[in-house]
């Protein structure tokens, strides 16, 4: 992955992480020595986004098989809210 520093963003700008992203997806960006950040084009990030979503869907769904998830009305799901709120005890 290539690697930026700060004073490379400060003295060639946004050329400097498009020519670090000409050939790789990301590329970090050191601050002090120190890796701090990742910039991507946007496309890979959307396609990241997108492998996210698909990975939370697939969680839920794996919950909802395996009976760790009530499926409920709005209603019937405010009323075990207050069952639950009333019958715990105030924190100190």
Do not use: F
């Amino acid at each position: 992955m290539p690697h930026l520093t700060a004073n490379d963003l400060k003295v060639r700008g946004v050329a400097a992480i498009e020519s670090a992203l000409q050939n790789q997806s990301e590329a970090t960006i050191s601050v002090r020595g120190k890796d701090r950040y990742i910039v991507m084009d946007v496309a890979h990030y959307h396609y990241l986004r997108e492998c996210e979503l698909e990975a939370a869907l697939a969680q839920s769904q794996a919950d909802l098989t395996a009976g760790r998830a009530v499926q409920e009305t709005a209603k019937a799901h405010m009323a075990r809210l207050t069952t639950l709120l009333n019958n715990t005890p105030a924190p100190n």
